[in-house]
């Protein structure tokens, strides 16, 4: 059984920073490329980052560049993403999935084109 949990969230002030975390089990964590994924109230879900499955190709929407980055540890099957300089709009229900078609991030990946095994997010609030 596939489990994909996400930790780490929290209430931070504006320009503060944030190490989530994406724990898999059940599947072949380094067969797969990883995605860090947001949704806002009303809005709809952004890929935020995406992380090849040896961690050699790393990719950010150009919303958070520069202040995020994303790594994994296939040895723990765990992923991360470090937040800095967070702002209100980063608030945001965050969410890790595994793209179950390729070890590779996609052109479509921003999309969520190919994921599955989606966490039940972990919750991020900025406050100005």
């Known amino acids: 059984q596939v489990q994909v949990a996400e930790s780490g969230g929290g209430l931070v002030q504006t320009g503060g920073s944030l190490r989530l975390s994406c724990s898999a089990s059940g599947l072949t964590f380094d067969d797969y490329a990883m995605g860090w994924f947001r949704q806002a109230p009303g809005k709809e879900r952004e890929g935020v980052s995406c992380?090849?499955?040896?961690?050699?190709?790393?990719y950010y929407a150009d919303s958070v560049k520069g202040r995020f980055a994303v790594s994994r540890n296939n040895a723990k099957n765990t992923m991360y993403l470090l937040m800095n300089s967070l702002k209100p709009e980063d608030t945001a229900m965050y969410y890790c999935?595994?793209?179950?078609?390729?070890?590779?991030?996609?052109?479509?990946?921003?999309w969520g084109t190919g994921f599955g095994y989606w966490g039940q997010g972990t919750q991020v609030t900025v406050s100005s």
């Open positions: 992380i090849s499955r040896t961690g050699g190709s790393t």
């Open positions: 999935a595994a793209d179950l078609t390729r070890g590779y991030c996609s052109g479509s990946w921003r």
